[in-house]
């Protein structure tokens, strides 16, 4: 871990002194991008925190959170060694073997895990996320030192207001998650059962009896195409914008267990309407916090700064003391209010969520991660539906599920 900080923080000096000799390159940029090599280098555990992170709008720059966002775990597939090593761990010689044939050629290959295609005894086709050996005492020797190291941070007199102890435990909380396979398919189970009554929406079924230790077995879902327009009529992508919209909002606002991490690679179109992969980042809020982000939802669409500045306030993680609470107040009312009056499909949360994460860090409101991650999880989905180019109202989209949810309380 050492040699590669000081590899990367020489070359970073090395980087900032060429590009910024008469160019118009930001320092800032420079480091970013020095800073995510760095970061991927030193392995899973740093590029999923960072991913995670570059969710929080609320304590980070947003130029640091999209340089963290771009981040992505491409990594080389298991080694025919380690495949063999994992499936000897999940599958020991005194239980039986499952699989009527294994394809130990990954279909899908993550920092964490791998996915193969394999046929069960019975017939079935299934895909089969088998973790990689080794990788949750990587994890937890990195997250040992990060705790070590936020300890530090917290004592440099230029780094106090970041709350870098409280960052790394929520992260590595997210982070190892996403290793329990178990968990996951627990989430698979009940994402699929919370859908079931959303028309054209699948969720792959987890098979328990034939998962093992560290491999979990699931339904494979075929002819899947990446999330997106394509040759669909404009009616067509109305509708499949309002399929997705209407999951996500029960997810948000009726179930309260949302996945968190909806980008396209893991939603997909198949004929039979949308699919929902990998639940290793879902989210299940509280009870009285799943209230209050669907209270703060509808206020936002009413026009209600003033109760919605509250909810924020309620429901933050942490308020230092002295916080501007007025001044924090009229922000927010400030900002509900240039959305209000806005005819159907002008609204965009994208830049109100900047405006809103941009008075949260200024002010030094931390927001709890259970009420960010199903925001980010929002705009992820918006963005994905922007690239559709239809007039959908978020909003009123919105408001059926909302009622519902809020007159169960």
Same mark, same amino acid.
């Given at each position: 871990? /050492?040699? *590669? ?85 999940? +599958? ?22 791998? *996915? +193969? ?14 973790? !990689? ?34 960052? /790394? ?83 948000? $606002? ?13 939603? +997909? ?26 209270? $703060? ?6 026009? !209600? ?84 180019? /239809? ?19």
């Amino acid at each position: 871990m /050492v040699s *590669v900080i000081v590899r990367h923080a020489i070359g970073g000096a090395l980087d900032t002194s060429h590009r910024l000799r008469g160019s118009p390159v930001r320092l800032t940029d420079v480091i970013h991008a020095r800073m995510t090599r760095a970061l991927f280098d030193l392995g899973p555990t740093f590029v999923k925190g960072a991913q995670l992170l570059s969710t929080r709008r609320d304590l980070l720059s947003p130029d640091l959170c999209d340089a963290l966002g771009r981040l992505h775990d491409q990594v080389a597939p298991m080694s025919s060694r380690d495949v063999e090593q994992a499936l000897a761990v999940a +599958y020991p010689h005194d239980q039986r073997w499952p699989f009527a044939w294994f394809d130990r050629i990954a279909t899908a290959s993550g920092s964490i895990a791998c *996915v +193969y295609r394999a046929e069960l005894l019975n017939g079935r086709s299934v895909a089969v996320k088998l973790r !990689r050996p080794g990788i949750r005492q990587r994890m937890q020797a990195d997250l040992a030192l990060l705790r070590g190291g936020a300890g530090v941070l917290q004592h440099v007199p230029s780094l106090r207001k970041v709350p870098a102890r409280r960052m /790394v435990e929520q992260v590595g909380g997210a982070v190892l998650q996403q290793l329990d396979l178990d968990r996951e398919a627990e989430a698979l189970t009940k994402l699929r059962e919370n859908l079931a009554g959303v028309q054209s929406f699948q969720v792959p079924e987890a098979i328990p009896d034939a998962s093992g230790y560290g491999a979990l077995v699931m339904e494979f879902v075929e002819g899947l195409e990446r999330f997106g327009p394509r040759r669909f009529t404009n009616d067509k992508r109305k509708e499949i914008v309002r399929q997705l919209l209407r999951g996500v909002y029960r997810m948000l $606002f009726v179930d309260g267990l949302v996945h968190c991490d909806m980008h396209p690679g893991n939603l +997909y179109i198949n004929p039979s309407g949308l699919v929902l992969l990998d639940a290793g980042f879902v989210v299940q809020l509280a009870p009285e916090v799943r209230r209050l982000f669907a209270k $703060f939802f509808l206020n936002m669409s009413l026009g !209600r700064g003033n109760e919605c500045a509250d909810i924020v306030l309620r429901s933050a993680e942490h308020v230092p003391p002295g916080c501007d609470i007025d001044g924090f107040t009229r922000g927010i009312v400030q900002l509900v209010a240039a959305t209000t009056g806005k005819r159907a499909g002008q609204f965009r949360l994208a830049p109100f969520a900047a405006r809103l994460f941009d008075l949260q860090r200024r002010s030094g409101v931390a927001a709890a991660p259970e009420f960010v991650f199903p925001l980010m999880s929002l705009l992820v989905v918006e963005g994905m539906i922007n690239d559709f180019d /239809v007039d959908v109202d978020f909003q009123a989209e919105a408001m059926p599920t909302l009622l519902n949810a809020l007159s169960r309380h």
